[in-house]
């Protein structure tokens, strides 16, 4: 759908490119802004400008402005754009490390411009300056000129917190002096990106408010809307990837206000303006949306008697969760749900198809629609509602709704659950069906709840049942689950998202978003109780982790982890010490606590594969600490140990990630930036870190390849010179020991002097081991399971990867 408008954008972009060469009028300046700098001075590293705008009213394409830290007032004042970069020499504003907060607005005016790592907080909309000409009451306004398009605008790494806004947080629109929103959409902003950015805080408005074509927003998270929607959105070809949003609410609890997570409208039959919006073929894709009091979606249109209607419709949600929301409303042609998984959406999908000729629906202010040509395809539901459709029997167009192999699931009260795998159900004649009954049950042939498979557990990889944590990735079918291949393979409406990376794994798509992927090998949540010794291995491979001590009889396991407070609200393993050692006469060492993995089914022996594991250091002193072992020196273990590994601090603050090779020793290949807390002063230092961090590894051996991310984003790439990573344990039994040093000893507590040095002190979460090479893309995934991005009640908080720590102006 994109790409449809791509052959225009490309020959534009060339004959750009072609007249800036020609006449060579690109440089390259880099200047600088400070909050104690002067607009007087020459914007030199040593002499920095005072003002963002004096910046702006310089810079020409291919510069850059480094904004120094700190807080940026001018009262009631816009920095607004006032020269175009071009496709290779974009104009940049960049803030460096340390938070840069500005307490009034942008306006762009301008293609090819970039902001990067900003922070807008406490802007306010008091003053009469504060119009610009229509701006008034958006922070951020992305403002086509004169009926023109503005392309490629970047807006990336940027925080917008607890701003006043009237109408937006951010709006996209095009510059008209006549309510005419087909120039909104047609000439409006092209070809901008809004990416890995944080909304915090919005009232009676929207987060973003997008017109113009082929945008993409992607990564970002929006939280604590009151009375406000996620987004708007009109144009064409729009896309919304990777969003987080939580927690839209209706202030005073009524339905005064409507919050919606998607909304976009035209058409409605009471007024004539709207009737030339242009609003069609939307993405949303890969969102988790918890927590909306409004409505999942509303997607309003009417044809009005008379007019001519504009390209309206075509809209895909796919690859999504949506959890805790109360109603959707969809009166758009040719809205798609595939492969979603609702959680407690009890209102489930509302699909209106109504007569032009009846007006009633306007007297009780419902807009009525034509949902024609719409589909509901491999979507899973939890304790929601199914499909319901508000049929006119009058309604003179084909309906086509095609709802086709979803899979129900209820709870019956008591902890149990039922489920139900629906059969296909294409191109239903509705008028059969009778209009405005059955809430869950609205498809003929479907009538009542029937066919309960009690024995057909859906089995999500968040545990016990199909009881799901507020996780996106743990949405995830098990091994073993009803849901795995269950549906219908869909490339015929698609076959990569948009990444181009392919969504089924298999034949066949599965039933609800997240593929199960047959690579992930091991996976332990630790969101189960496993007092008793075990912790489950929820990939469904049974490599699950063992308490191994060697105790008499009643007697309590020595070396057993216990459970604590985890990433995103779950739990986790709380590694400490226990006592004083007894199985190594003579020496006079703290107990250790350790899972032993025995079972190593597919990841023994790795050529390719993807290692990442959630961690919080507690205050300990060993410089030694590990986090995975399997492998030992050969000068101790002769060859038997080759090309084995371990995750730890190999006798320095810095943890790294070390091999042990054929050849002998530990060689260190990828080494995790610094993340430790030192006491000031002498030693011994404190080596615990602040709070949670994701430390993953991936490794290619065919390409001699092995990458380090810390929270997501790549920070080393070395050179892995072994024709596989093998688990060796010690030289009777092959495990992994997760919490301490293997040391070539046994799992077993006891029968040996080890497992017991280089034990963990703090916590660790989501453990997991691919057999496979993960990309950036579903490694920076895996960040999304501990994101605590702006919870409530707090002002900094874990925002998105590459993104600053912010805090705001108290």
């Not at 002096?177 to 901008?192: D, I, K, M, V």
């Not at 809004?194 to 909304?199: E, W």
């Not at 042609?333 to 492969?339: A, L, S």
Request: contains cysteine.
């Amino acid at each position: 759908m994109i790409m449809m408008y791509l052959p225009k954008y490309s020959a534009l972009c060339a004959m750009a490119a072609c007249f800036s060469i020609l006449f060579n009028v690109s440089r390259a300046a880099t200047y600088y802004v400070s909050p104690n700098g002067s607009d007087s001075a020459d914007g030199s590293a040593g002499t920095p400008w005072l003002t963002q705008q004096h910046a702006l009213n310089t810079m020409v394409a291919g510069d850059t402005t480094i904004v120094k830290p700190g807080f940026y007032t001018r009262s009631y004042h816009w920095d607004q754009t006032v020269t175009n970069g071009t496709p290779s020499s974009r104009i940049t504003m960049k803030a460096t490390y340390g938070t840069v907060t500005n307490l009034y607005g942008l306006s762009i005016r301008n293609s090819w411009i970039t902001y990067d790592g900003f922070i807008w907080a406490g802007v306010t909309n008091e003053a009469p300056t504060w119009n610009m000409d229509g701006d008034a009451g958006n922070v951020i306004s992305i403002r086509a000129p004169n009926g023109n398009p503005l392309y490629g605008f970047t807006f990336q790494n940027c925080g917008l917190l607890n701003n006043e806004s009237t109408k937006a947080c951010l709006v996209m629109w095009g510059d008209t002096p006549a309510f005419n929103r087909t120039a909104w959409a047609s000439n409006g902003p092209t070809l901008c990106v809004i990416s890995n950015c944080v909304f915090y805080g919005c009232t009676n408005a929207q987060f973003v408010n997008i017109s113009g074509l082929s945008n993409l927003v992607v990564n970002c998270v929006a939280q604590q809307g009151q009375n406000s929607d996620f987004a708007y959105c009109f144009g064409a070809w729009n896309t919304f990837r990777g969003i987080v949003c939580r927690n839209l609410y209706m202030h005073d609890g009524s339905g005064g206000y409507h919050p919606d997570f998607f909304q976009t409208f035209g058409s409605f039959g009471a007024t004539t303006n709207d009737t030339d919006i242009e609003s069609h073929d939307f993405l949303i894709e890969d969102c988790y949306v918890e927590h909306v009091e409004g409505g999942l979606c509303q997607l309003e249109y009417y044809p009005v008697p008379g007019v001519a209607a504009p390209p309206f419709g075509t809209i895909t949600f796919r690859n999504n969760v949506f959890k805790d929301i109360t109603a959707s409303s969809i009166d758009t042609p040719g809205t798609k749900f595939y492969n979603n998984t609702f959680y407690n959406v009890p209102g489930g999908l509302v699909f209106t198809l109504y007569s032009p000729t009846n007006w009633s629906r306007l007297d009780q202010n419902q807009f009525p629609g034509a949902a024609t040509n719409s589909a509901v395809i491999n979507n899973l539901f939890i304790n929601s509602g199914y499909v319901l459709i508000n049929a006119d029997t009058n309604f003179p167009y084909p309906y086509n709704v095609a709802v086709d192999y979803n899979y129900i699931v209820f709870t019956n009260g008591t902890g149990g659950w039922k489920s139900c795998g629906c059969p296909r159900a294409t191109n239903l004649n509705w008028t059969t069906y009778a209009k405005g009954s059955g809430y869950y049950w609205a498809i003929s042939g479907f009538g009542d709840p029937h066919g309960y498979d009690t024995g057909q557990n859906p089995k999500l990889v968040a545990g016990t049942n199909f009881i799901v944590s507020a996780v996106p990735a743990q949405f995830r079918p098990m091994l073993g689950s009803p849901l795995i291949d269950a549906g219908t393979n869909m490339s015929v409406w698609f076959q990569t998202d948009i990444e181009g990376n392919g969504r089924p794994f298999g034949s066949a798509y599965d039933i609800g978003c997240f593929e199960y992927d047959p690579s992930l090998k091991l996976h332990l949540d630790f969101n189960e109780n496993f007092s008793k010794g075990k912790v489950a291995d929820v990939s469904g491979n049974t490599n699950d982790g063992w308490s191994m001590g060697v105790v008499a009889p009643g007697n309590t396991a020595t070396n057993w982890i216990t459970q604590t407070a985890g990433i995103n609200q779950g739990y986790a393993a709380l590694f400490t010490t226990n006592g004083v050692m007894t199985n190594d006469p003579g020496q006079n060492y703290n107990l250790s606590t350790y899972i032993a993995v025995t079972n190593l089914n597919g990841f023994e022996y790795l050529t390719n594969g993807t290692i990442s594991v959630w961690a919080w250091f507690g205050t300990n002193t060993d410089n030694a600490i590990r986090l995975f072992d399997n492998g030992f020196n050969q000068t101790y273990a002769t060859g038997v140990s080759s090309n084995s590994w371990m995750l730890g601090r190999n006798y320095n603050s810095t943890l790294s990630f070390n091999v042990y090779p054929g050849s002998g020793g530990i060689s260190d290949v990828l080494d995790f930036p610094d993340d430790v807390i030192k006491d000031q002063g002498s030693a011994p230092y404190n080596y615990g870190t602040a709070s949670w961090h994701v430390y993953t590894i991936t490794f290619d051996c065919n390409s001699h390849t092995i990458i380090g991310y810390y929270d997501g984003l790549p920070f080393q790439t070395n050179t892995l010179n072994l024709p596989y990573l093998r688990v060796y344990g010690c030289g009777s039994q092959r495990w992994l020991c997760i919490g301490a040093m293997s040391h070539d000893g046994t799992p077993q507590w006891g029968d040996d002097a080890y497992p017991n040095d280089g034990f963990m002190i703090g916590k660790l979460d989501d453990i997991r081991i691919y057999n496979r090479t993960l990309g950036p893309t579903a490694v920076q995934g895996l960040l999304l399971l501990g994101n605590q991005a702006l919870q409530s009640g707090t002002a900094v908080l874990r925002p998105p990867s590459g993104f600053h720590v912010l805090t705001t102006q108290q």
